[in-house]
Nanobody, 124 residues
């Protein structure tokens, strides 16, 4: 079972950037598609971005398309989320998770091994 630890969150002004990292334990990280989700207070957890097992295919929520970039380094067992042009609406706890093989790419219920999350706060 893979364990995931997110880092890189913080407080940033609107228009700024952050880079999140998700470090995975174990030797199976490179076998799975991965995703980033976020959850704001009082809201459901929502899909942000996903990437296939080798990093050749990426997909994004419409709300972040063109601003966020997901990537991975399987040699370092690490998933990344580069976030640019941040707005206060991006404020949330961000989580990484492993996509269940054959599962839907955008549904949180088809992801497992959730990390503890990292807080991103964007001030106006």
């Amino acid at each position: 079972q893979v364990q995931l630890v997110e880092s890189g969150g913080g407080l940033v002004q609107a228009g700024g950037s952050l880079r999140l990292s998700c470090a995975a334990s174990g030797r199976t990280f490179g076998n799975y598609a991965m995703g980033w989700f976020r959850q704001a207070p009082g809201k459901e957890r929502e899909f942000v971005a996903g990437i296939n097992w080798i990093g050749t295919s990426t997909y994004y929520a419409d709300s972040v398309k063109g601003r966020f970039t997901i990537s991975r380094d399987n040699g370092k067992n690490t998933l990344y989320l580069q976030m640019n042009s941040l707005t206060p609406e991006d404020t949330a706890v961000y989580y990484c998770a492993r996509n269940t093989p054959g599962g839907r790419r955008y549904s949180a219920s088809d992801f497992s091994s959730w990390g503890q999350g990292t807080q991103v706060t964007v001030s106006s």
